[in-house]
């Protein structure tokens, strides 16, 4: 699951059976510092976002799940929540790093 | 599934069904000492472990164990933090 910032929306005229009515969102993936990571792609989306806003994503089959009715539908990406909030500490301010020996966490 | 840092929360009051009352948090791979993680690793997993920023997690990233983890044959969700981790012994 990742982020997502609407960039606008993709209209289709003939789609596949089943996926009529979803609104298709063209969005840029973020990484958690917000910078982009690929190009643009197409997510179908269910919480109604609009342009500019932050969203979260999920991918995979898991996308086509995320639909209201039909679940068997040929998605791959589709937009689940509508970020109000975001609370991310800087890079660093963790030791992500795994040595060897005992790693000791808590 | 992979070990990981919780290095941040998200809000999102409007969200699917199947998020509802747990929590959003974004999650940082733990990688060897030495090398470098790179900027597309971070993701968002939803915590079923009462995990927090700064604990060390075990993540399930794929569908259909996080669909067990949650207890919902059709939740559209695919990582999701299944354990906070006390320690790890790596030999190499």
């Known amino acids: 699951m990742l982020f997502g910032r609407v960039k606008g929306n993709a209209v289709c005229t003939i789609k596949y059976p ?6 298709l969102l063209v969005v840029q993936p973020l990484n958690k510092n917000m910078q982009p990571i690929g190009g643009l792609q197409v997510a179908a989306d269910v919480v109604q976002a609009g342009v500019g806003d932050l969203c979260v ?3 995979s089959r898991e996308a086509a799940l995320a639909m209201p009715d ?19 500490k800087p890079d660093g301010a963790y030791d992500v790093s795994l040595r060897r020996g005992k790693n000791q966490f808590t | 599934m992979i070990l990981g840092k919780v290095v941040g929360t998200i809000v999102a009051t409007i969200s699917h069904p199947h998020f509802k009352n747990r929590r959003l948090l974004v999650v940082q791979p733990l990688v060897m000492e030495g090398e470098a993680s790179a900027p597309e690793d971070d993701f968002i997993a939803l915590d079923n472990s009462q995990a927090g920023v700064g604990d060390t997690v075990l993540v399930n990233r794929e569908g259909n164990g996080a669909r067990q983890a949650l207890k919902n044959p059709d939740a559209c969700v695919i ?13 190499y």
Do not use: H
């Open chain 2, 79 to 91: 990582s999701v933090i299944v354990g906070i981790v006390d320690s790890v012994y790596l030999e």
């Open chain 1, 18 to 23: 089943g996926t009529q009515g979803l609104k």
């Open chain 1, 57 to 59: 994503m999920v991918r």
């Open chain 1, 70 to 88: 039909e679940k068997f539908v040929p998605v791959d990406l589709a937009l689940v929540g509508i970020v109000d909030e975001l609370e991310v």
